[in-house]
């Protein structure tokens, strides 16, 4: 397996807690996706390479968790898809403005440590993550105008479209 294909299933894996709280419908969804995160942080913590996505989604599942279980907030549950547009957009725009694209974290692993370090790398990342900001801010705003099935069918879509461009553009670039 190529070390961008390695770099994309382990950013895929990364997601695995948005996944499961996205795919299933029951509050069932927020203890799933607290529980992976917190599995996936600690392999972070193992691997002594967290980055802000990790401390991002622990956050944002801790909280959820508590509002929507001990404080009875049923909105968390109502505005999933909302809330985590908005939070997985600006951890991207900001990650970008400190210099640390969140996709380099998970995608260093598919690749030699060195070039984990390397100019063209981190600014493969920052294009990488530059585009999911904008897809998700362009989800969020869709979902703003309600969650049906042309709205499910068109932010599908660009999900579609960032996971192209995300295999794509590490492919056409020269590894070291």
Do not use: C, Q
């Not at 980055?51 to 959820?64: D, E, P, R, W």
């Not at 547009?85 to 598919?110: C, E, Q």
């Not at 294009?127 to 362009?138: D, R």
Request: avoid cysteine; glycine fraction near 6%; hydrophobic fraction near 55%.
């Amino acid at each position: 397996m190529g070390s961008s294909a390695k770099a994309f299933l382990n950013v895929t894996l990364s997601f695995l807690p948005l996944m499961l709280f996205w795919s299933i419908s029951s509050s069932l969804s927020l203890v799933l996706g607290f529980a992976s995160i917190l599995m996936l942080f600690i392999r972070d913590i193992i691997n002594k390479n967290i980055g802000i996505m990790s401390i991002v989604l622990v956050a944002y599942f801790t909280i959820s968790n508590i509002l929507y279980f001990y404080l009875g907030i049923n909105s968390v549950m109502e505005y999933k898809y909302l809330t985590s547009y908005i939070v997985l957009a600006l951890t991207g725009f900001i990650s970008i403005m400190l210099g640390k694209p969140y996709t380099m974290y998970d995608a260093r692993r598919g690749y030699e440590k060195e070039f984990g370090k390397s100019t063209l790398f981190i600014e493969v990342n920052i294009v990488i993550t530059k585009i999911w900001a904008v897809i998700y801010s362009i989800n969020a705003i869709i979902e703003l105008s309600g969650h049906n099935i042309m709205t499910i069918t068109i932010m599908n879509g660009l999900v579609i479209l960032g996971i192209m461009l995300s295999i794509i553009i590490p492919g056409v670039l020269p590894e070291v």
